[in-house]
Structures are given as C-alpha cells and as structure tokens.
C-alpha cells in the first residue's frame, strides 16, 4: 500500500506493475540488466506522475487505469532491454468515473503498525509557527504548478503535489511490513528498489536497504517545469562498475557519486506471520536507530 495523490505513492505502485512483466531474478541483483529495467519503469512512471498526479478533490485523475495490468504491460512493451530510450511520454489510462522529511514507524505487541513520515519541505517550512503550538508550518505550495490549465496549478484550498509516502507491504491480506524512505523522488524509486530486494532476491529488510542504489533524475516534473527526457542516473560507489559500463553501453547517462545525491534515508519494521516476532532495520545513509520495549 501507498498514499494515494496528491502524493507520489502511486509511481511506486506502477514501477512494480512494469517490473512485474519481467522476471528480475533470472539476472543478479546488481546487474546492468536488473538497474536498466527499474530505471527505465521509473521513467514511464514519472511522466504519468508529472501528468496526472494533483489534488484528486479538483483533477479526474485515472488511478484505476493507472495501475491496471492492461496499462502496466502496455507501458513495459515500450522498455527496449538493450537501450536506454531516448524519452518517454505521459501513457493515456482509461479514466474511471472519479532533507527536511523524517519517517517512523511503530508497532504493538498486539500486532498494530504504523508507518508515519513528516517533511517541512524547505529547511524550517514556511517559517510560520502557529501561536501557542510550538511547530512550524509546511511550505508544500512550492510543489504546485504555475501554468494555466495544468492539473496540478495552484487554486484556493486546493492541495499541492507531494513527495513524502509512507508505506506498507501485504500478504494474503495481513501487514507483515511497515517501511519508508525519505528523499524527496527517491522514494518511489527507493522503496521500488527495496521491495524488489527483498521479494526478488531474498534479502532480508537489513540488507534491502543497506545494497547499493541508484537515482534517476530528468523528465517531466509535476510541478511542470521540465526537465531534460533522458535525465541522468546517478548510482552510488557500491555499485559495480560493469554495471556502470552496462548502463552506458545501453544509452543511460550515469554518474558516480557518493554525496550530494539523496539516495534515501530508510526505515523497517517486519513481523513474521508464524511467529509474530518483529525485525527492524535502519541505514547508514541517514541518521536512525532501532528500538525495542
């Protein structure tokens, strides 16, 4: 599961339905073949993003559509597994009738969890603090576009786009993990990135979080200021450097960076369902802990 727009959550939710028409596991998890594939989903997702996601109170947005198989194998048929396309554009879906960030999660011995995450976007927010309250206000508005006739333009009430998504993993039914990454468009492509850790190679949540990532940045934005289509995919020093060369053989900008480059902060809380004994995890990448009571 994952926060619905007017934030972001849904473009991890379409990574995994592209990712789903390919069987990741046949190649090793840090392969050039592995990266090309989930970088080249979060492509096609980001352009859906940066098209459609808005307030849902004053845009039809087509989340049905969004998510569907039909449109999930329609979006992968435009992965070409050898190269890097030169750019993507927004799909058309059926429409149905309708650093500043911190993330927490918690659970119970009674088997509740809960998966919170909180950003005053820039540094201190607004810089407002409401009397008597002792907290500052968000300044999320930034996020809204200013083109006449985007669905994501700013109006009175209305809520602007966002990109902090708490979320939860499921099986037959039951919560078996609550987890978050914060990083602004990091984290669909983080908790992508995880999920697939940990379903595909058969990582428990410490090591899902701890293997090596990448970042793509370019595209079109929600904000509607675009940026260049094929965009740059940043990948961090752990990282081999086949994999590196793989990419750009297959057309993918890469770049190598170890700071400056939000690759994520990530938390974990995971119960087994047999034996109800709960598993947390926590990186390096930011400060967090684990703690037990």
Request: hydrophobic letters at 40%; glycine letters at 12%.
């Amino acid at each position: 599961y994952e926060l619905p727009p007017n934030g972001q959550g849904f473009a991890a939710l379409q990574m995994l339905n592209i990712l789903q028409q390919v069987n990741l596991a046949q190649w090793p998890r840090d392969s050039a073949q592995v990266f090309h594939y989930m970088i080249e989903s979060k492509r096609l997702a980001f352009e859906d993003l940066a098209r459609y996601y808005a307030d849902p109170d004053y845009a039809d947005l087509p989340l049905q559509g969004l998510l569907s198989e039909q449109y999930a194998r329609e979006r992968f048929a435009l992965i070409d597994p050898d190269r890097a396309a030169a750019d993507y554009h927004p799909g058309e879906p059926q429409l149905e009738g309708e650093g500043d960030t911190t993330y927490l999660t918690v659970a119970d011995d009674d088997g509740m969890m809960v998966s919170l995450i909180q950003s005053n976007y820039r540094g201190m927010g607004s810089g407002l603090v409401p009397d008597g309250m002792g907290f500052m206000l968000q300044d999320r508005g930034e996020l809204f576009s200013l083109q006449p006739g985007h669905p994501n333009v700013y109006a009175p009430g209305k809520r602007p786009f966002h990109t902090i998504i708490p979320a939860f993993l499921m099986k037959d039914g039951e919560p078996v993990m609550s987890f978050g990454l914060m990083g602004g468009s990091m984290q669909p492509q983080g908790h992508v990135q995880i999920l697939v850790n940990i379903i595909d190679y058969g990582m428990d949540i410490q090591q899902a979080g701890d293997a090596a990532r990448f970042m793509h940045e370019g595209g079109r934005q929600p904000t509607g200021v675009d940026e260049d289509g094929l965009g740059t995919v940043y990948v961090e020093p752990g990282v081999s450097a086949a994999t590196v060369e793989g990419l750009r053989a297959r057309g993918h900008r890469v770049e190598v960076d170890a700071s400056g480059v939000p690759f994520g902060g990530y938390q974990a809380i995971a119960v087994d369902p047999a034996s109800g004994v709960y598993a947390g995890a926590t990186e390096m990448r930011k400060d967090g802990t684990v703690t037990a009571y």
